[in-house]
């Protein structure tokens, strides 16, 4: 695995002359080329991010750069960039080409940073380990054995292998989190709202949430800074006003109040992983942050709900992919019933199929009110236990998974145990607050674990001070 380069790394080698961006660029397209085995990109803009790059010398030439001059970005292939392919892991879009940008590919490059690339996912953002691919599985680069979470794995490994300072991926129950941990990088999910969906293919409309992946918390400050804010196109973007993330690094956390969930330790957390929240726990209390336990009572209930809402808005926002307007069509059609079955069947992968099949059984008549509305209502139960919490803590800190990354194909067989990964991370989309992992250390067989820290609505700037402590101090 090649050295993790931070943007503060090149910052210092810009100012310094010792390098350009389109030296830094080449560089990451080298290591592109070198960690193909990995399977972490299924597009690479080489000329276009070549060409980019020195535009943006020629802007630091002439003092006009932006703050992310000279930063390697790449995007999960869910979000739009006009006349490159969206395939979203799937070979329904294989060829799909996108006619515009999503808002936060607009405003990474009116920031100047390079975007190199588009990685792979599982298809439609639909599992945990990046192995759903239409394109074939991701391997996790501290162990090519090991998964690396889903389902923004190609954007954690090309962060974690060191093909880019950072990358965009879509968190909708712990799809940015949960490969962090796994790949010991940062990752954070910001406040549903907080930042623009516009141009993110949906899988699952209010839970999916843009957010980074980067080598430092000060890099995902960075980014979100830029890529937050409201968006007139996109009517769930919340207008609030968007402070300095990175200011608020002032690795302070005196009289800070620290909750930790009782439920989130129980059967099933590994050892290691216990140990590992139990030392940064120490190290906060020695920063001078006051922790105590807090009760979120509702939390057992989490991955059932979260199921049951996620694969309705599943079932209905994938309805669209039909043969008839974009996307693939089957060959084999012969009428307009036989589009629809085949260009389905054949374009789908068995995940998928699987998440449109429950999602449409929840909705349907006679089982709406038994599923889909009671699992709306245990969504506003979970909601409420968080808000009881923030009542009495500035943030909670809990574990981001309950193992560290499992085998390749060793749970791609029994659907129930991988959604049980997420079993820490959904509650935070099911009540829309920010979250962000980060590494807290390694376990006997030296794969990494991560640590959540979890914050009220538009808590960012708290949650990022005490991951950039819990960083510095681990």
């Known amino acids: 695995?090649?050295?993790?380069?931070?943007?503060?790394?090149?910052?210092?080698?810009?100012?310094?002359?010792?390098?350009?961006?389109?030296?830094?660029?080449?560089?990451?397209?080298?290591?592109?080329?070198?960690?193909?085995?990995?399977?972490?990109?299924?597009?690479?803009?080489?000329?276009?991010?070549?060409?980019?790059?020195?535009?943006?010398?020629?802007?630091?030439?002439a003092g006009k750069a932006g703050p992310l001059a000279g930063m390697v970005v790449a995007l999960k292939d869910v979000l739009c960039l006009k006349g490159e392919r969206t395939t979203c892991g799937s070979k329904m879009l294989e060829n799909f080409v996108s006619v515009e940008d999503a808002t936060v590919v607009a405003r990474l490059r009116a920031a100047d940073a390079v975007l190199i690339g588009k990685t792979n996912m599982d298809e439609f953002a639909m599992g945990s380990s990046t192995e759903n691919s239409a394109f074939g599985p991701v391997r996790n680069p501290v162990d090519e054995s090991k998964v690396p979470g889903g389902s923004s794995g190609g954007s954690c490994v090309a962060?974690?292998?060191?093909?880019?300072?950072?990358?965009?991926?879509?968190?909708?129950?712990?799809?940015?989190?949960?490969?962090?941990?796994?790949?010991?990088?940062?990752?954070?999910?910001?406040?549903?709202?907080?930042?623009?969906?516009?141009?993110?293919?949906?899988?699952?409309?209010?839970?999916?949430?843009?957010?980074?992946?980067?080598?430092?918390?000060?890099?995902?400050?960075?980014?979100?800074?830029?890529?937050?804010?409201?968006?007139d196109r996109?009517?769930?973007?919340?207008?609030?006003?968007?402070?300095?993330?990175?200011?608020?690094?002032?690795?302070?956390?005196?009289?800070?109040?620290?909750?930790?969930?009782?439920?989130?330790?129980?059967?099933?957390?590994?050892?290691?992983?216990?140990?590992a929240i139990d030392r940064c726990v120490g190290r906060l209390r020695d920063g001078g942050a006051q922790v105590s336990d807090v009760h979120l009572p509702h939390s057992r209930y989490t991955i059932s709900a979260y199921y049951i809402l996620m694969t309705a808005e599943a079932s209905s926002n994938l309805a669209r992919f039909d043969g008839a307007r974009y996307g693939h069509r089957s060959p084999e059609a012969y009428d307009l019933a036989s589009?629809?079955?085949?260009?389905?069947?054949?374009g789908f992968g068995a995940e998928t199929k699987?998440?449109?099949?429950?999602?449409?059984?929840?909705?349907?008549?006679?089982?709406?009110?038994?599923?889909?509305?009671?699992?709306?209502?245990?969504?506003?139960?979970?909601?409420?236990?968080?808000?009881?919490?923030?009542?009495?803590?500035?943030?909670?800190?809990?574990?981001t998974t309950p193992t560290t990354a499992f085998g390749c194909g060793e749970k791609i067989g029994d659907?129930?145990?991988?959604?049980?990964?997420?079993?820490?991370?959904?509650s935070a989309n099911l009540a829309g607050i920010p979250a962000i992992s980060v590494p807290c250390g390694k376990d006997g067989g030296g794969l990494p674990i991560g640590v959540q820290i979890l914050g009220?609505?538009?808590?960012?700037?708290?949650?990022?001070?005490?991951?950039?402590?819990?960083?510095?101090?681990?």
């Not at 993790?4 to 080449?26: H, K, M, N, P």
């Not at 990109?41 to 000329?47: E, I, K, Q, T, Y």
């Not at 941990?181 to 406040?191: E, Q, Y």
């Not at 549903?192 to 890099?219: E, H, K, M």
Request: charged share 25%; aromatic share 10%; with cysteine.
């Open 1 to 61: 695995m090649s050295r993790r380069l931070t943007f503060d790394d090149t910052r210092r080698s810009l100012e310094s002359g010792e390098t350009t961006v389109e030296r830094v660029t080449a560089g990451f397209l080298k290591e592109v080329d070198e960690g193909k085995r990995l399977n972490a990109f299924l597009s690479v803009f080489r000329d276009r991010a070549m060409e980019q790059a020195r535009g943006v010398d020629a802007k630091r030439a």
């Open 159 to 231: 962060v974690a292998g060191g093909m880019a300072h950072a990358a965009l991926g879509t968190d909708t129950g712990g799809s940015i989190r949960q490969p962090a941990a796994f790949c010991g990088v940062v990752g954070l999910k910001p406040t549903y709202g907080r930042v623009s969906r516009y141009g993110l293919v949906a899988l699952s409309s209010s839970f999916d949430q843009i957010g980074p992946f980067a080598n430092t918390v000060r890099d995902a400050a960075r980014i979100l800074h830029v890529i937050a804010g409201h968006d």
């Open 234 to 275: 996109d009517s769930t973007s919340v207008s609030v006003d968007v402070p300095s993330y990175e200011s608020a690094l002032t690795g302070d956390i005196r009289g800070k109040k620290i909750g930790l969930p009782v439920e989130a330790f129980g059967e099933g957390l590994a050892p290691e992983i216990s140990g």
């Open 339 to 346: 589009m629809y079955t085949l260009s389905r069947s054949e």
């Open 354 to 399: 699987r998440r449109i099949m429950l999602g449409t059984y929840v909705l349907s008549a006679g089982y709406y009110d038994a599923y889909y509305r009671k699992a709306q209502r245990v969504r506003r139960l979970i909601q409420n236990d968080f808000f009881e919490a923030f009542r009495h803590v500035d943030c909670l800190l809990m574990p």
């Open 415 to 426: 659907p129930l145990t991988m959604y049980l990964s997420d079993v820490y991370t959904v």
């Open 456 to 474: 009220p609505q538009f808590g960012e700037p708290a949650i990022l001070n005490v991951a950039d402590f819990l960083e510095k101090a681990n």
